[in-house]
């Protein structure tokens, strides 16, 4: 059984900051490779990944801005946001896979709004 919860959400002006988090429960979390995605209307394209190994990739869209670090003491993704633009807005979901299964955390909705 795993579960992820998100949280950090909020609303922050345009060049503001913020930190998601996604906190795993389940076992073996330094094993997994960990994503964020943000949702769209019809689509739900990835925004950062982790690997096992804590080498992050990101999105064109993100690069030099967000940060994404794992700490496996705490089972915990964190994405740190920088320099916030309106169209970062959205609802972003934490994912992991584990043997072909796709798990997904509620999601934590951010609105970038002067």
């Known amino acids: 059984q795993v579960q992820l919860v998100e949280s950090g959400g909020g609303v922050v002006r345009p060049g503001g900051s913020l930190t998601l988090s996604c906190e795993f429960f389940?076992?073996?979390?330094?094993?997994?490779?960990m994503t964020w995605y943000r949702q769209y209307s019809t689509s739900r394209p990835m925004v950062a990944r982790i690997?096992?190994?804590?080498?992050?990739s990101y999105a064109d869209a993100v690069k030099g801005r967000f940060t994404l670090s794992r700490d496996n003491a705490k089972s915990t993704t964190y994405l740190q946001m920088d320099n916030l633009k309106p169209e970062d807005s959205g609802l972003y979901f934490c994912?992991?896979?584990?043997?072909?299964?796709?798990?997904w955390g509620q999601g934590t909705q951010i609105i970038v709004s002067s």
């Open positions: 389940g076992t073996r979390f330094s094993e997994h490779g």
């Open positions: 994912n992991v896979r584990i043997t072909d299964t796709d798990y």
């Open positions: 690997s096992a190994a804590g080498n992050p």
